[in-house]
């Protein structure tokens, strides 16, 4: 929801500098504008009653929820979303890797060479290893 929504609920509303308004608080019986309202840098209604009624009562006055007073989420986000792990699958996931690269360094430390199967293997753990060790210093 955009603010100039909420606001259009009101009444008495007075601008109160640049992004910040009063008017009557709905939720009690005002005479005086002591209800403030401001638009969050994200979008976000905010609301305060000066005479300390609860923002969910202001916003139930006007037929409203308090979800309604944050900005629409866009459904494409274009950042990418960061899976949790829990600490034990992350340790798993480096021994196992670690265990690839401990038998490709014995396999070249006894003379044999590494077919390219294995050297792509190898390099998959080691980047894996690396991922494993940003997730973890995250």
């Excluded at 077919?115 to 690396?130: H, L, M, N, T």
Aim: charge should be neutral.
């Amino acid at each position: 929801m955009r603010v100039d929504e909420f606001l259009s609920k009101l009444n008495k509303v007075r601008s109160h500098g640049k992004g910040k308004w009063v008017a009557i608080c709905p939720a009690h019986a005002d005479r005086s504008p002591s209800l403030s309202i401001a638009e969050g840098d994200d979008g976000r209604v905010l609301v305060h009653c000066f005479a300390l009624c609860p923002v969910s009562d202001v916003v139930a006055a006007v037929g409203m929820n308090l979800s309604d007073l944050m900005p629409e989420r866009e459904i494409d986000d274009p950042r990418p979303k960061r899976m949790k792990f829990l600490g034990s699958q992350v340790m798993d996931s480096l021994a196992l890797q670690s265990l690839i690269v401990a038998t490709a360094g014995a396999d070249i430390a006894a003379g044999k060479e590494l077919s390219a199967e294995d050297r792509k293997a190898v390099a998959q753990a080691a980047a894996a290893i690396q991922e494993g060790v940003r997730y973890a210093t995250a």
